[in-house]
């Protein structure tokens, strides 16, 4: 009978390590001929007796399958303490001459952060690719525009792209629970050749060549990059883009591809570690802060603060209105510097208590880059902040304006 090869056993379990084929191998050479027939014949032992092969060889190389790239993209280096939190993906999609892969994923249970690499054919650029759709766990989540995935121009000359996505999810889930994740990226190809600028100082000539019928494009602006790079720079410009619609162009003057990429992955062990609040009540104008929980993990810091009125709940809603004015921020402290926290504030739905108060929980983390600076003694402070009150005649826009109501200073270590 014809011994199995690597290859026969790919066309029974798809892909396997070459340990595989090779254990396997001299499992059978073990047998005498008729017992390898026999074996052979049993599939549901031979499958039994893969698996439990396949899982001691899985085990063994654990380590060597840990993609990397998805924990340097967000500290710059290896953090081998992290390596129970990395669950390999390794899946890639390709639409229009274009590869999208994702190595590896890292979550605590709240945030949730892959690689992705984008490789393109030469002759395919320029290209402008955006994700069109990001659910976890039946949650929809987009990256802000110049950030991830979300409206990026390829050009020609550039054949690879990597960057690190950071979602943060509804809820915190528990060690054991699943996480399934539907990326689906659109990848449009213009049909005619384009005139392509990397700067946004460039705007006018493209805008002067569109008008002459020449195809032109150049990033609206840059946008400060908060991930590390190629040269393990925290903070580095890029370009940052706007949809081609609002260049002129439409969908007709493009072809389109669409890839996809669904993968699931389970919560591991978790560790949280505990923090020392110097204060848990603030008083503010109108209302009352509590730090009503705040904890760290090895990829991020999470906190929860809920504001109460002082007064009681009116039925024009003006206690109400005061209440959702407030926010919350965080600002890291180390040595005698002080970093802004890239982060998200979450805004909690807004009710009346039991105590006919109104009540709102804030939240707002850090995840990534800042957390290593943790490791050097550095503190990280909540801001309280509440909307600023402008007269009606100062400029527009003064709704990002906060004024800083009171901080809760959270130590890492006793003091």
Known sequence: MKRMTKTDWQGLYGPVPDQFADSMDAFFSGLPEEEEKMAVRKKVSVAAAAVAILILITAGAAAALVDWN??????????????SMVSPVNRSAEAMGTTLSISGVLTDGKALVFDWTLETEEEALPLFVSATELIVNGHTHLASPGDGLQWLWLSSGETIRQGTEIVEMEQMLQPGEKIRVELSVKVSRPKEPVTFFDSFQDREKAAQLRKEGTWAVAPIGEWI??????ENKKLYRVPFWQHYKRDGFTDADFEHGQMQ???DLTVPETEKMPVYPACEVIELRGCTAYLKEAYRTKLGVYTRVEVVSHEMADEEGTVLQLVKKY?????????NATFPVQNSSVRGEVWIGEDGRVHQVLEVNMIGYQDALLLEGGKVVILVERLT?????SPASPAYYY?????????FTAQ
Not at 70 to 83: A, T
Not at 225 to 230: D, T, Y
Not at 327 to 335: D, F, N, R
């Open 225 to 230: 990059s908060h991930r590390f790079n190629e």
């Open 261 to 263: 990429l669904l993968f």
């Open 389 to 393: 009150e402008y007269p009606l005649e």
């Open 70 to 83: 998805v924990v340097i993209g967000l500290y710059g280096r290896d953090r081998p303490e992290m390596e």
């Open 403 to 411: 004024t800083t109501d009171g901080r809760f200073p959270i130590y």
């Open 327 to 335: 926010q919350t921020s965080l600002e890291l402290k180390a040595g």
